[in-house]
């Protein structure tokens, strides 16, 4: 699971030849928080001990881990929140920016001569051309990598995932509020890992 995920691609090696194929996808996934199900709900009370969590999210390999670009808790909803009268943002209005970033990003890498479509495919010298960092910015990633730390890979998830949010929002210059919201897309490694 980890090469086609870091390299978008499968290869089948056998003695007399060797085949590759692509396998470019995006992998979405669920899991509970502890065993019980209920670690940091605020209506019901979690019995698992630290060690007990620790094995259960240690489940998951580190390596495997880090090569998701985004894990974060998703609390339970509550009543209030489902039968509240304001209206959620629309899904036309959300395609429409998503579609808007998508367009700067093709744009960007097209004029880079990158050969890449997306934020996500950036290598590390992509990164170092279009993640630049101002001294907030650095500080921030900085502290963030040596309090938690967070390994290389995390380092570059971060900056794509900060760069995306920064697109998202129409903003060209990544500030620290970019920074900040793509370290905290990094839960599992501030919680267990940290």
């Known amino acids: ?15 007399s030849m060797s085949l590759q194929f692509p396998a470019r996808f995006m992998l979405t996934a669920a899991m509970n928080p502890c065993p019980c199900g209920f670690h940091n709900d605020a209506t ?9 969590i ?9 390596p495997l881990l880090d090569r998701i670009d985004i894990h974060i808790d998703v609390p339970a909803v509550n009543y209030k929140e489902m039968r509240s009268p304001s209206e959620p943002e629309s899904s036309a209005k959300i395609l429409e920016r998503v579609v808007r970033a998508r367009q700067v990003q093709l744009e ?3 004029s880079a001569n990158a050969r890449i479509y997306c934020n996500a495919q950036m290598s590390s010298q992509n990164i170092r051309k279009f993640c630049a960092l101002s001294g907030d910015c650095e500080h921030l990633l900085e502290r963030a ?3 938690q730390g967070l390994s290389a890979r995390a380092h570059d998830r971060i900056l794509k995932v900060a760069r995306t949010i920064a697109d998202l929002e129409g903003a060209s210059p990544l500030e620290p509020k970019h920074i900040a919201e793509a370290i905290q897309y990094r839960t599992l490694d501030r919680t267990y890992w940290a």
């Open 1 to 15: 699971m980890r090469q086609p995920l870091e390299d978008g691609t499968v290869c089948i090696a056998r003695a």
């Open 44 to 52: 019901r009370e979690c019995h698992c001990t630290p060690p007990m």
């Open 54 to 62: 620790q094995r259960y999210i240690s489940k998951i390999s580190g």
């Open 108 to 110: 960007r890498f097209a």
């Open 145 to 147: 990598m040596t309090q």
